[in-house]
């Protein structure tokens, strides 16, 4: 079992930036593939969260093309934390964040991750 805790959101104007957090309980956090997730306002159902990007076991990488270039997901195994750093932050970038987790294989679809957060809010203004 893995338990997941988000942190960082909040309001920013456009161009700007936010770091998010994700802190994780376990001792094999280093095996999980660690995903970032978003649901925009009124997508409240599980299908419609929108993959962000995830990071390996292996530290590889990958992020979906609306936030290629901008978002960078890191990890740090000794903190047993995830990281998404997001920059140059648009309208519509705002959205519950989630953090999610599955153990070593990578993913892009919400069902394949079996741990989540509870989410933390970021609000991009125009």
């Known amino acids: 079992q893995v338990q997941l805790v988000e942190s960082g959101g909040g309001l920013v104007q456009a161009g700007g930036s936010l770091r998010l957090s994700c802190s994780a309980s376990g001792r094999t956090f280093s095996m999980y593939t660690m995903g970032w997730f978003r649901q925009a306002p009124g997508k409240e159902r599980e299908k419609e969260r929108e993959?962000?990007?995830?990071?390996?076991?292996?530290?590889?990488?990958y992020y979906a093309d609306s936030v290629k270039g901008r978002f960078t997901i890191s990890r740090d195994n000794a903190k047993n934390k995830v990281y998404l750093q997001m920059n140059s932050l648009k309208p519509e970038d705002t959205a519950v964040y989630y953090c999610?987790?599955?153990?070593?294989?990578?993913?892009?679809?919400?069902?394949?991750?079996?741990?989540w957060g509870q989410g933390t809010q970021v609000t991009v203004s125009s």
């Open positions: 993959f962000v990007g995830f990071i390996d076991w292996n530290d590889g990488t």
């Open positions: 999610a987790a599955r153990l070593a294989e990578s993913g892009s679809q919400a069902y394949e991750y079996p741990y």
